[in-house]
């Protein structure tokens, strides 16, 4: 076996391998020296140390006797320290590390080659079994078979550089300074009895701003340590050749080809800011070990191992992912309250919540409660909001979903038990489907509409239902018109595939069909814009006389007027193509001619969709003042989601994925927000409203699988307040039902023959 990078990844594989059979022949080329290294401090896990623990308990002691442990995060924002405990860290240094691990290969018998480079990937892949690349972050042999692992780095915007610090901080700490140039950021943690790990950290025009770039090194970390003075108390820092750099995010497609496999951050990378490099390493060095172990032959070993490794990696990397996005927009979040702030970066990557952080650090969580507005005992969610004259008794709204279930557009009794079994259900807010404007505005031949009489009577019905049986909870309407994506069949017949029959035509922004197979729509003439902005003041008209509380306008999902808005699907040359203003101008003609009909007491919200995840089309900057132009013009809220503009879209899909979007437009806009997005627990709820993220949060699978959800969600954490009533029919079902006999008496003696 061959092990090519003599990082902790590869120097702990071979050590594995060797040690779980020792007549494998296993040598592994370094091209530094063996005290050669970047960085000062790794950071493991208890759950990779548990991992070590069983595979090498001889390395896990060697380990343990060296570890600096302590529990505290620190963070230090416009000179007020707010500290949280519980959080369990275990570090030591980089080179101590790496010496355990050196020690551990030279005596099981693995060949170490410092000082030289390995042989060219191909001799070694013809003269080895298995070739195990752990080169680093700039592989060569990811790059020699690029066409097979087909790597895609992506850079970032901020710079920063490791330091050291010789004492150690007694806790992690997380510094802001706010300087003459821009927001700079300080990561520290100790990694010895006398030394600690220092990050300095800023954005790329930031650094620039500084004249980093121009500095020669002992005076950049002469700088450095006078930014941040008061976390080193006055004391220096130091570099081992540390150079400014930009962390570059690495995925690959395949890890591994024939005999060569990827490990560590040859095949992935993950922000610093989770701690996560050198622990992904040493994970993936365990279980490439136990797949080698398990499996027959070395092709099945490395798929078993790619498939074990790959979804952890993923959802450590969309971790990594938010907390980096986190800093570089940092300057967006200083201005929050202290304590506000403090709580928004521990739970940055989203795997800290609420309620997690509650029970490593009550006190402090509580403290933020108190500080956000919280009456004892209320969780974040519960609390009220208010949109221009309406107040919601909490922060869950129902997303709206197409139910494909109305004739000729009339909701039925099917919409009236759906919507009021949410509305029962204890949410603040139920919105409804997509209601079309016209019959032509239609998805589907299911959809609903309020483009007659009838259909506005049968929504009435719908909303004097909720308000008479649920008369804590507000309905929503969501008016929009389907543009080039109607005429379709209902979703569980083929989502987005055109009728067989009785098709209607189609009109759009532009003549451009969804798919390749879909309907071609016609571009809208100026008189049929016209035509179809009255449409839409006179669906809100019956929608003020059906009694619904909001108003939504869709302005997303590669609807009509959200097709207005990309320039994907706006390659028009009049007043409505062209610039992002212009691509505005007819939405916001329908937002006004709406608003003006629309009760002046009633909040108006739109729906955008963020970025249309495909090369070209809107990104979070342009949703940003997209979002900013439909405020000035009055919108009370912006219910912000993504994609669906384009059928070639590729979408980043995670826990929460699109909040980081509404996070971006709350804080740059300054207009409240609506998360959507795989929001699912009401942890994450809790989480995101607490840290100032947004200000309500859109659920709408959860809502399919449990009507309930909401009230449940109260039972669960324990509240019985104003913010989660049960309607009085269902109040014996507040508590769970029991499932099975409690109360059978104890062994209590167990008596030998």
Not at 271 to 281: C, M, P, V
Not at 566 to 590: C, H, M, W
Not at 689 to 711: E, F, K, S
């Amino acid at each position: 076996m061959a092990v090519v990078g003599g990082g902790p990844g590869g120097l702990y594989a071979a050590a594995l391998l060797k040690r779980l059979d020792p007549t494998r022949e296993i040598t592994l080329w370094e091209r530094n020296a063996p005290d050669e290294t970047f960085g000062f401090g790794v950071v493991l896990s208890d759950e990779t140390l548990g991992g070590i623990e069983h595979a090498d308990p001889e390395v896990y002691a060697a380990l343990r006797a060296e570890f600096v442990r302590w529990d505290d995060i620190d963070v230090v924002h416009r000179g007020t320290t707010h500290r949280s405990g519980g959080h369990g860290f275990a570090a030591l240094g980089r080179h101590r590390l790496l010496e355990i691990l050196h020690d551990r290969c030279r005596a099981l018998g693995v060949r170490l080659r410092f000082r030289t480079g390995a042989p060219g990937i191909d001799r070694l892949s013809a003269d080895h079994d298995l070739v195990i690349a752990a080169d680093g972050v700039h592989s060569t042999t990811r790059e020699t078979y690029a066409h097979v692992f087909r790597p895609h780095v992506a850079a970032h915007r901020c710079r920063y550089v490791w330091l050291a610090a010789d004492f150690p901080f007694d806790a992690f700490r997380f510094e802001i300074a706010e300087t003459e140039h821009g927001v700079m950021q300080l990561h520290g943690y100790p990694f010895s009895a006398d030394a600690s790990t220092v990050i300095v950290e800023m954005r790329e025009e930031v650094w620039e701003a500084a004249g980093f770039g121009e500095l020669p090194a002992e005076e950049s970390v002469g700088r450095c340590a006078k930014i941040f003075s008061d976390a080193l108390g006055g004391r220096p820092l130091r570099s081992n050749a540390s150079a400014w750099t930009t962390f570059r995010t690495v995925v690959c497609e395949r890890w591994s080809h024939g005999n060569v496999v990827l490990l560590g951050d040859a095949a992935h990378t993950a922000h610093f800011s989770i701690g996560s490099g050198t622990k992904l390493a040493v994970e993936d060095a365990l279980a490439l070990a136990a797949c080698l172990e398990e499996q027959d032959d070395v092709p099945r070993a490395l798929a078993a191992y790619e498939e074990e490794r790959r979804p952890v990696v993923a959802s450590t990397q969309r971790a990594a992912r938010a907390s980096l996005e986190w800093f570089e927009d940092l300057r967006l979040r200083v201005g929050r309250p202290s304590r506000q702030f403090a709580f928004d970066l521990l739970t940055r990557s989203r795997r800290v919540t609420h309620d997690n952080l509650r029970l490593r650090d009550a006190h402090f969580t509580e403290a933020v409660e108190r500080e956000f507005g919280c009456p004892p005992g209320t969780p974040p969610m519960f609390t009220p909001f208010r949109l221009r004259g309406l107040t919601l008794r909490n922060r869950v709204v129902v997303s709206p979903m197409d139910m494909y279930a109305a004739e000729d557009g009339v909701p039925g009794d099917f919409h009236l038990v759906h919507l009021g079994a949410r509305a029962l259900g204890g949410a603040g807010l139920v919105m409804t489907e997509m209601v079309c404007v016209s019959e032509e505005g239609r998805i589907t031949p299911g959809c609903t509409g309020l483009y007659t009489g009838r259909q506005g009577e049968a929504w009435r019905r719908i909303t004097d239902f909720v308000h008479t049986r649920a008369p804590h909870t507000a309905v929503g309407v969501q008016l929009g018109h389907a543009g080039r994506k109607g005429s379709t069949r209902l979703m569980w017949e083929g989502m987005d595939e055109p009728l067989p029959e009785g098709n209607w035509p189609l009109v759009a922004a532009s003549s451009l069909p969804y798919r390749p197979a879909s309907q071609v729509p016609r571009s809208l003439t100026r008189a049929q814009l016209t035509d179809i902005r009255e449409q839409f003041a006179a669906a809100a008209w019956r929608a003020a006389r059906a009694g619904f509380d909001l108003l939504e306008l869709h302005c997303a999902h590669g609807y009509l007027l959200s097709g207005f808005l990309s320039p994907l699907t706006n390659i028009r040359t009049d007043a409505y193509g062209g610039s992002r203003q212009k691509r505005l101008r007819f939405p916001l003609e329908v937002f006004d001619a709406v608003r003006a009909v629309w009760p002046a007491e009633r909040p108006m919200t739109v729906r955008i969709s963020a970025t249309d995840w495909a090369e070209g089309g809107n990104t979070a900057e342009d949703a940003v003042e997209i979002a900013r132009a439909f405020a000035a013009h009055g919108a009370d809220a912006i219910d912000v989601s993504t994609g669906q503009v384009v059928a070639g879209e590729r979408p980043e899909y995670g826990r929460s994925y699109q909040t980081p979007f509404a996070d971006r437009i709350r804080q740059e806009v300054r207009v409240p927000v609506i998360a959507v997005g795989a929001i699912s627990s009401w942890d994450d709820l809790n989480s995101l409203i607490l840290a100032g993220r947004t200000d309500l949060c859109a659920l709408g699978r959860p809502h399919l699988h449990n009507p309930n959800w909401t009230l449940h969600a109260a039972a669960e954490q324990g509240y019985e307040g104003p913010g989660a009533v049960w309607p009085a029919p269902y109040r014996a079902g507040s508590r769970r039902p029991r499932t099975g006999r409690t109360d059978a008496p104890k062994l209590r003696l167990s008596l030998g023959r």
